[in-house]
């Protein structure tokens, strides 16, 4: 019971050190748009951005293939303050078509496979494992943050994290081919900083 009560203490107390902490650092507008008032009007702005490219694009049977063009969001929308969708998959179906939307999951996915499989192939090593694991963290953020933020201009740590999960997972594979590195222990055989030599 003791505990309980200085784990809720502790959380209350850092709610108010989280929120005045904000307030000494953050501006006031960035404060308030996390008002209950604030993000339910930016939900129902960004349902009808969204809503506004699908309809241009479900009235153009011939961009539904390879899309309406890069950008077509800023030009079918009136609204000054709002330049896009703040939807990735939003943005790849209607302004790349099914080509573009394809394309953007396939890469999604296999990042996040290679993503998962690192983990499991530094599963018996703290650092790489943490390392791993933390890559795949950040990945996934960004990701949920495309789903309701940004654009295809603004999605570069995105492409970062994915291309680099994909090229260590890459680079792991091939070393357990050529016997570097012990396939799920992480265990490579080589030098103590972790670079794969060959034992052939």
């Known amino acids: 019971?003791?505990?309980?009560?200085?784990?809720?203490l502790g959380l209350i107390a850092g709610f108010f050190v989280v929120r005045y902490g904000l307030a000494l650092v953050a501006s006031e507008t960035?404060?308030?748009?996390?008002?209950?008032?604030?993000?339910?009007?930016g939900s129902e702005t960004?349902?009808?951005?969204?809503?506004?490219?699908?309809?241009?694009?479900?009235?153009t049977p011939t961009a539904w293939l390879f899309g309406l063009g890069f950008n077509t969001f800023s030009v079918i929308t009136?609204?000054?303050?709002?330049?896009?969708?703040?939807?990735?998959?939003?943005?790849?179906?209607?302004?790349h078509g099914l080509v573009g939307l394809?394309?953007?999951?396939?890469?999604?996915l296999l990042s996040l496979?290679?993503?998962?499989?690192?983990?499991?192939?530094?599963?018996?090593?703290?650092?790489?494992?943490?390392?791993?694991?933390?890559l795949f963290a950040l990945?996934?953020?960004?990701?949920?943050?495309?789903?309701?933020?940004?654009?295809?201009?603004?999605?570069?740590?995105?492409?970062?994290?994915?291309?680099?999960?994909?090229?260590?997972?890459?680079?792991?594979?091939v070393a357990a081919e050529h016997g570097e590195l012990m396939p799920h222990a992480g265990e490579w055989r080589g030098d103590d900083d972790g670079a794969a030599t060959s034992t052939g």
Request: proline share 2%.
């Open 102 to 108: 394809a394309l953007t999951v396939a890469f999604l």
């Open 78 to 95: 009136s609204g000054e303050k709002e330049p896009y969708s703040h939807n990735i998959l939003v943005d790849a179906l209607c302004e």
């Open 46 to 59: 960004r349902i009808l951005n969204i809503l506004d490219l699908f309809a241009a694009y479900f009235r």
């Open 139 to 173: 990945l996934s953020f960004d990701i949920l943050v495309s789903m309701k933020e940004g654009n295809m201009f603004s999605i570069d740590s995105m492409l970062l994290f994915g291309l680099l999960a994909q090229a260590l997972d890459m680079q792991a594979r």
């Open 30 to 41: 960035t404060i308030d748009r996390w008002e209950y008032k604030h993000i339910v009007r």
């Open 1 to 8: 019971m003791k505990t309980l009560v200085f784990s809720v």
């Open 113 to 134: 496979r290679s993503c998962v499989a690192l983990v499991r192939w530094y599963s018996e090593v703290g650092p790489r494992r943490a390392s791993s694991a933390t």
